[in-house]
């Protein structure tokens, strides 16, 4: 590995030198480090870029680790990750991303992650994308993730986009079966000239099945930022979504949620919330020593925790 694939890892993944148990480091669309452990197998793809990761239902709390580090300009990187858990498993999956440029040339890393979750099954995905590097170059980070949760199975899926990636396109589908469940949670920060697009489709397929999904999100400087939520409740089922975003500057942010109740047991919500920082807290702030833009920054770090 290079040096600034060290430095992404310790930002995206809080790598310490080392990763403990199944692990697979992408660098520049190859591998720069691959080991499986007992419960957690993986594999290369024959027919495309990318692997398989596959969870035996005996996992309990065990993590693996999948970070992407692009780390130069003119690098478009593309990868095809399959995740198939089994009935009862109970994992981790850390799946941060950095790109760098240094030059003209733009940078981007485009992730297809499919997830396969068994029934009982239980999975935490924890996902950061970051963009660092002064080159000129676009840094572009598109991931796309796409979600098939068994009976009574559960996710969490914590996705962060934390600064210096000038445009992404973020897109989320999941399907879920009878009693399943699907947690999401987005923070999102753009400045400067920065875009940012959010599409989360969530079809609730099987009876008792539910989903809770919450962005927050700052749009600074110039940068735009699009949310588009689709809920579909096919049958007895529980849906929420909730926009709330922080103008900074000239910042824009277009939210649209939307809900699709197909059947008369279908409880579905959303709402949104868009304005700028309220005055009483920037003041409030100030009067005990910090200036404006401290307070503003405490504000906004306070608002994507």
């Not at 940078?107 to 590097?133: D, Q």
């Not at 600074?220 to 529980?238: A, D, F, L």
């Amino acid at each position: 590995m290079n040096a600034i694939t060290e430095k992404l890892l310790r930002l995206v993944s809080d790598w310490d030198g080392k990763f403990k148990g199944a692990f697979n480091i992408r660098e520049d669309s190859g591998c720069a480090g691959r080991q499986s452990s007992e419960n957690i197998r993986i594999e290369p793809k024959a027919d495309q870029p990318g692997i398989t990761i596959r969870v035996s239902g005996r996992a309990r709390q065990e993590t693996v680790y999948i970070p992407a580090c692009v780390t130069r300009s003119g690098v478009d990187d593309l990868v095809y990750n399959d995740f198939i858990i089994e009935d009862g498993a109970d994992v981790i999956v850390v799946a941060g991303c950095g790109v760098h440029t240094d030059g003209e040339e733009e940078a981007r890393h485009n992730g297809i992650h499919r997830f396969f979750i068994g029934k009982n099954a239980r999975v935490v995905y924890r996902e950061k994308h970051i963009g660092t590097g002064d080159g000129a170059g676009a840094r572009r980070i598109d991931p796309v993730t796409d979600i098939r949760l068994g009976e009574n199975a559960y996710m969490e899926m914590d996705t962060a986009q934390i600064g210096g990636v000038s445009a992404s396109v973020r897109s989320t589908t999941a399907h879920l079966a009878a009693g399943a469940k699907l947690i999401i949670r987005e923070r999102l920060l753009t400045d400067g000239e920065q875009t940012a697009k959010s599409d989360f489709s969530v079809t609730l397929d099987g009876e008792d099945s539910g989903v809770d999904l919450v962005s927050r999100s700052v749009a600074k400087g110039n940068s735009v930022q699009e949310y588009r939520s689709v809920i579909e409740g096919n049958c007895r089922c529980t849906g929420h979504s909730e926009c709330d975003a922080i103008l900074a500057g000239n910042g824009i942010v277009n939210a649209s949620p939307a809900l699709y109740a197909k059947h008369i047991d279908a409880s579905l919500i959303h709402e949104a919330a868009i304005g700028k920082i309220a005055g009483e807290q920037i003041t409030k702030l100030c009067t005990l020593g910090l200036t404006q833009e401290e307070a503003e920054q405490k504000i906004i770090e306070g608002f994507l925790k």
